[in-house]
């Protein structure tokens, strides 16, 4: 399809499991951005990729979590040693070049369950 | 600190009624923009309207439209003629930085029922 892509869509792991989660943007997009949404809240900024880098990674909460793009298309986010905190939807979006203006469109999401 | 507040957890509207769901942001910076996504049960975020903090005119999307007050720093969503489609969660976002692409700061979001 044209839209922001995200597998899967559901996970559940177990306590201490490694995870990948993939992000395929709209073709030519060059901004990419993980979020992660709890339940009741908004949508908490992870990353920010402009091409192959990545711009902004503030939002990363610590050091198990980690996203890559190593070819400036699809995104996979990968949290090592998952804790139960670590389970909430993480969303993917994807903007054209990145500009402040521009609205991002994002996917469905992956809901992560850690149990 | 919050740099998005939407003070209202809940709202209830009648079927071709208008809402106003609030939006209150912070921000010193003086190039940024304000964006509302609704997000269905199904769970995927869809792009309502945007507003630039240099626009001269508000927003307007259709039956959407955006009570920016500049001075305020209040974004206000106005949707008119409410459809039963509507019911979701309403979130209001901000980017500082107008060339920047910089993350999206969300609000904790509203919550919309339209009753028929």
């Known amino acids: 399809g044209a839209g922001v892509s995200q597998t899967p869509s559901n996970k559940v792991t177990e306590k201490g499991k490694y995870v990948e989660l993939r992000c395929d943007p709209i073709?030519?997009?060059?901004?990419l951005y993980w979020y992660r949404q709890s339940l009741g809240q908004g949508p908490e900024f992870l990353i920010y990729?402009?091409?192959?880098?990545?711009?902004?990674d503030s939002g990363l909460p610590n050091d198990r979590f980690f996203a890559v793009r190593p070819e400036g298309s699809v995104s996979t986010l990968k949290i090592q040693r998952t804790e139960r905190g670590d389970s909430a939807v993480y969303l993917c979006a994807s903007s054209l070049t990145g500009q402040g203006n521009e609205k991002l469109f994002f996917g469905s999401g992956t809901q992560l369950s850690v149990l | 600190a919050q740099k998005i507040t939407q003070t209202q957890p809940g709202m209830f509207v009648q079927e071709k009624e208008a809402v106003t769901l609030d939006c209150t942001y912070d921000?010193?910076?003086?190039?940024?923009?304000l964006f509302w996504y609704k997000q269905p049960s199904s769970g995927e975020m869809i792009f309502l309207i945007y507003q630039g903090s240099y626009d001269q005119q508000n927003a307007t999307e259709g039956r959407y439209s955006l009570n920016f007050q500049k001075a305020r720093k209040s974004a206000n969503l106005v949707i008119s003629a409410s459809q039963l489609g509507d019911s979701a969660m309403y979130f209001c976002?901000?980017?500082?930085?107008?060339?920047?692409?910089?993350?999206?700061?969300f609000g904790k979001g509203t919550s919309l029922l339209v009753t028929p």
């Open positions: 976002a901000m980017r500082e930085g107008v060339n920047s692409g910089y993350a999206l700061n």
């Open positions: 073709s030519g997009h060059t901004a």
């Open positions: 921000t010193s910076d003086p190039s940024y923009g």
């Open positions: 990729f402009q091409g192959t880098g990545a711009a902004d």
